[in-house]
């Protein structure tokens, strides 16, 4: 059901820059930003690339995850969480070769880099039928040791990346991607931000601005918690102010039902109108 809200929104994408008229339409494409830190950006990012592995059909045939700005790497490393788990939530399904890769294109001199520098794992599961083969990829960009904002961590350990060098290298694996599939179904891209949405990136130009060049279909997470409701609106009227389609609001559930008041009222304010 989700998946097929997401790739609807992704069909209806403008194509407004030169980065966006560059990505495919048949490749859906998603930012995933956070109303904070530790809203759970990752675990929906790994749910919904195991969901789309699941599919016993042959598309979609694979998907990369991309972490443009990790900080706190390598303790901290969303790409490597989707690489140790996602397999296991595909375990259970249907039948399927996947092949998991992982891989960091630009650390911090400071970052102590895992060795290797990229790893790859095959996973073959029991099931009835033709097993389909399917493919995740998990790509770091740029990584700084501090766990602390891309900016701090930048100044701090002396590696400052301009905006235009974040959005080129971002714009390149995403037309690399095109090649994961090889032809045989979808490729799906999620792009995983840090932090939350205006969290500044290493230039400390706020997030949500580095990245509207590429206006991508986004993926809200928003904050369950006490707080939350105030924290997921905001972040949500940051993206739509700046021309965000956001797709999909979803949100933890902390036991204060903060899904229910914001989607009652969501479903009245003059932005769903
Ligand atoms: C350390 C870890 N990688 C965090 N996700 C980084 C979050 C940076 C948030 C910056 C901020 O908005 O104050």
């Known amino acids: 059901m989700l998946r097929r809200l997401l790739l609807r929104q992704a069909r209806r994408r403008h194509c407004s820059s030169s980065f966006s008229s560059a990505l495919p339409l048949s490749s859906p494409t998603f930012a995933v930003f956070g109303a904070n830190t530790g809203v759970g950006k990752t675990l929906v990012s790994a749910g919904l690339a195991a969901s789309l592995l699941r599919s016993h059909a042959a598309s979609p045939s694979a998907v990369l995850y991309l972490k443009p700005l990790q900080t706190g790497f390598p303790a901290d490393s969303d790409a490597g969480f989707l690489y140790r788990r996602v397999p296991a939530l595909v375990r259970p399904s249907h ?148 021309g965000y389609d956001v797709s999909a609001v979803i949100l933890e559930d902390c036991g204060l039902s903060n899904d229910k008041f914001l989607l009652s009222y969501l479903r009245n304010s003059f932005w769903f109108a």
């Not at 840090?194 to 949500?208: D, I, K, N, R």
């Open 95 to 242: 039948a399927a070769h996947l092949v998991a890769s992982i891989d960091t294109l630009s650390p911090a001199p400071s970052v102590e880099t895992p060795s290797p520098s990229r790893e790859e794992a095959a996973f073959s599961y029991d099931g009835e039928g033709k097993a389909a083969r399917k493919l995740l990829a998990c790509r770091t960009l740029y990584a700084w040791r501090e766990a602390v904002s891309p900016h701090l961590a930048a100044e701090r350990e002396g590696m400052t990346v301009e905006d235009a060098h974040v959005r080129s290298l971002l714009a390149a694996c995403l037309a690399e991607g095109e090649n994961l599939g090889k032809g045989e179904g979808d490729v799906w891209k999620l792009v995983e931000t840090a932090g939350g949405v205006a969290s500044p990136g290493p230039s400390g130009t706020l997030q949500c601005d580095l990245y509207r060049h590429f206006r991508l279909p986004t993926i809200l997470v928003g904050d369950g918690c006490l707080g939350g409701i105030s924290g997921t609106l905001s972040a949500y009227e940051t993206l739509l102010l700046r």
